[in-house]
């Protein structure tokens, strides 16, 4: 039997971008503002795809808390202090992904 939702779901992981694409723009949107059909493609993606869903999510993660680590180092005059174990942690976990995929 034939699934009538097979051609239209190829169609659109044709035109959907890799993990590899998404997880690109992703760390760009932390730098830039998205064009729309970029946020488009990467909401869709990440609908569909846990993984990058998690990555994102993490990148999202580590940005903010770089973000505050500055702030509160700027705060408190102090920009030599080591990051916070969380976010070492993390670091290290995204490094440990990178390295196995
Ligand atoms: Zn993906």
Partial sequence: MV???K???MLMARMLPSCEEVGQMVSESLDRRLSLPERIQVKLHLAMCALCRRYASQLVFLHKALHRHAE???ARKEPDRE???SVRQ???DLVNRESQA
Avoid: C, G, K, V
């Fill in 3 to 5: 699934n009538p939702l």
């Fill in 7 to 9: 051609a239209p779901m």
């Fill in 72 to 74: 509160d180092a700027e």
């Fill in 83 to 85: 990051l916070p174990d």
């Fill in 90 to 92: 993390h670091l290290q």
